[in-house]
T-cell receptor
Framework: QKEVEQNSGPLSVPEGAIASLNCTYS??????FFWYRQYSGKSPELIMS????GDKEDGRFTAQLNKASQYVSLLIRDSQPSDSATYLC???????????????FGRGTSLIVHP | DVKVTQSSRYLVKRTGEKVFLECVQD?????MFWYRQDPGLGLRLIYF???????EKGDIPEGYSVSREKKERFSLILESASTNQTSMYLC???????????FGPGTRLLVL
């Protein structure tokens, strides 16, 4: 069973701080990595995707990937109360049939940004 | 904008009923997925499809079936609904090759 692990939290940070969300995965063949944000009662929406080792920045968000350690993280700088949500890590795992990929999600980390 | 729509936002059914959940995407995506989401268990993949008339079992296919007769439409069928199928059901689509998934708004199903 290919797995994606996240700390369920909640992770509580003060407004303006850096929030650090972490994810580990078991399949060494994984090539695509995603962070989704899900507000309560809503469906997930993509924040970041990352495919290569290193950092990828988009505004206040930075995704970090280390394939050797099978580790992907999301940093949120200058956290705002509106960032309070559940953050889902997803890893695309190769399946044999059709050579396609299927996504495997972690259970999500709940982030609370308090004023 | 990519749009994924689901036939109902809320649904209440009786035990033993046959339930159809429909999902339509307008971006010509090859891949379509059905998940259920339960508190503490995260998103669990029920079935997925990477082409018309193709389907693959996910992690929890028992009690469900799917149909994909057209590229844009992916239906989830509960043959005989049971109370343990009460959940939030999410449909998603993506292009081939492991790209970003786009989710529908979800259907909250209650089976009494």
């Amino acid at each position: 069973q290919k797995e994606v692990e996240q700390n369920s939290g909640p992770l509580s940070v003060p407004e303006g701080a850096i929030a650090s969300l972490n994810c580990t995965y078991s399949d060494r063949g994984s090539q695509s990595f995603f962070w989704y944000r899900q507000y309560s009662g809503k469906s997930p929406e993509l924040i970041m995707s990352i495919y290569s080792n290193g950092d990828k920045e988009d505004g206040r968000f930075t995704a970090q990937l280390n394939k050797a350690s099978q580790y992907v993280s999301l940093l949120i700088r200058d956290s705002q109360p509106s960032d309070s949500a559940t953050y889902l890590c997803a890893v695309n795992i190769v399946v044999r049939s059709g050579g396609s990929y299927i996504p495997t999600f972690g259970r999500g980390t709940s982030l609370i940004v308090h004023p | 904008d990519v749009k994924v729509t689901q036939s109902s936002r809320y649904l209440v059914k009786r035990t033993g009923e046959k339930v159809f959940l429909e999902c339509v995407q307008d971006m010509d995506h090859e891949n379509m997925f059905w998940y259920r989401q339960d508190p503490g268990l995260g998103l669990r993949l029920i079935y997925f499809s990477y082409d018309v008339k193709m389907k693959e079992k996910g992690d929890i296919p028992e009690g469900y079936s799917v149909s994909r007769e057209k590229k844009e439409r992916f239906s989830l069928i509960l043959e005989s609904a049971s109370t343990n199928q009460t959940s939030m059901y999410l449909c998603a689509s993506s292009r081939a090759g492991g790209e970003t998934q786009y989710f529908g708004p979800g259907t909250r199903l209650l089976v009494l």
